[in-house]
């Protein structure tokens, strides 16, 4: 069982950055890929970005590449989501999740936090 909490979260003009934090309690984090997918109101979930467990690789959303940065600490139980650059149409509420696969999509995590706003404001 993991249990994620995000932070971080907040409201930023357009242009700026935030960090946000996914803490992950339990054992195993290290054994699991992470993603980080967000939800603006009235629109699907969808995937931001995707780690492997070991941090070699990752993947990202075409709307993000360039502008977000995902990394993971495993002696930490943290993975963080950088975002620079940041658009209105970044707005939403950003959730971590945890899997057994570096997955774009949802249905592969098996665990998810509550999630933190994001708001950027034009």
């Known amino acids: 069982q993991v249990q994620l909490v995000e932070s971080g979260g907040g409201l930023v003009q357009a242009g700026g950055s935030l960090r946000l934090s996914c803490a992950a309690s339990?054992?195993?984090?290290?054994?699991?890929?992470m993603g980080w997918f967000r939800q603006a109101p009235g629109k699907e979930r969808e995937f931001v970005a995707a780690i492997h467990w070991s941090g070699g690789s990752s993947k990202y959303a075409d709307s993000v590449k360039g502008r977000f940065t995902i990394s993971r600490d495993n002696a930490k139980n943290t993975v963080y989501l950088q975002m620079n650059s940041l658009k209105p149409e970044d707005t939403a509420v950003y959730y971590c999740a945890a899997g057994s696969v570096q997955a774009m999509g949802a249905l592969w995590y098996d665990y998810w936090g509550q999630g933190t706003q994001v708001t950027v404001s034009s």
């Open positions: 339990g054992p195993t984090f290290s054994r699991y890929a």
